[in-house]
């Protein structure tokens, strides 16, 4: 499983844009980029995956660079119940298995 | 639908005794997996199940066992337990099938384990 690396902690203010940076160098072919939040000590939440193509949801938008190796999360107008820790997860679709890495906490600022 | 269930919720156990941890979804979801996750760190999955009958380590499956009991429940047992198993454990779900390219994991709340 290819391994993720992400910034420690970020900031951001509210009503700005999130940007949260991923770098997944190793990662394969079949492998599939996903961003979980955990707010707090719940459970993760899902955001948002994609293979190659950028994508976008209600929550987020995903733009993964054309090599694969990096992707950015935007959280378009971040809020302060954004404030948690985000998790870039490379993952293979063989296997459903995540492993997560430490994380980047975000601080969403009034 | 309640989606993924865990109880319990807090548990305190002195070194050396034995416990488990159930998990249960009502999603119809084929895969289940246990995830630890210790102060300030990531999630570290311990054991999973891509499917019923079917069992498979994680990065850290060192002094734990796992059973997937049916398709909707997966328990993790810690038959002997110690203080360096004091975690909060997560549960999660996800679909998968024969055809499934990719899938989203659904969390269950917790359970948090102290180890005395």
């Known amino acids: 499983d290819a391994k993720t690396t992400q910034p420690p902690s970020m900031d951001c203010a509210e009503g700005r844009a999130a940007n949260l940076p991923c770098n997944h160098s190793?990662?394969?072919?079949?492998?599939?980029v996903y961003w979980y939040r955990q707010i707090h000590s719940q459970g993760p939440q899902y955001i948002i995956h994609?293979?190659?193509n950028n994508e976008t949801n209600e929550m987020a938008s995903l733009i993964i660079t054309e090599d694969r190796k990096s992707s950015t999360l935007i959280l378009p107008h971040a809020t302060l119940r954004d404030t948690a820790v985000y998790y870039c997860?490379?993952?293979?679709?063989?296997?459903?298995?995540?492993?997560f890495g430490q994380g980047t906490t975000l601080q969403v600022k009034p | 639908n309640a989606g993924v269930t865990q109880t319990p919720k807090f548990q305190v156990l002195k070194t050396g005794q034995s416990m488990t941890l159930q998990c249960a979804q009502d999603?119809?979801?084929?895969?289940m997996y246990w995830y630890r996750q210790d102060p300030g760190m990531g999630l570290r999955l311990i054991y999973y199940?891509?499917?019923?009958?079917?069992?498979d380590k994680g990065e850290v499956p060192n002094g734990y066992n796992v059973s997937r009991l049916n398709k909707r429940e997966f328990s993790l047992r810690l038959e002997s337990a110690a203080p360096s198993q004091t975690s909060v454990y997560f549960c999660?779900?996800?679909?998968?099938?024969?055809?499934?390219?990719?899938?989203?994991?659904?969390f269950g709340p917790g359970t948090r384990l102290l180890v005395l």
């Open positions: 999603m119809n979801h084929n895969s």
């Open positions: 190793t990662i394969s072919g079949n492998e599939y």
């Open positions: 994609g293979l190659k």
């Open positions: 997860i490379v993952g293979s679709s063989n296997t459903g298995k995540l492993i």
């Open positions: 999660a779900s996800t679909r998968r099938g024969a055809l499934a390219t990719s899938e989203t994991q659904y």
């Open positions: 199940s891509a499917s019923e009958g079917t069992t």
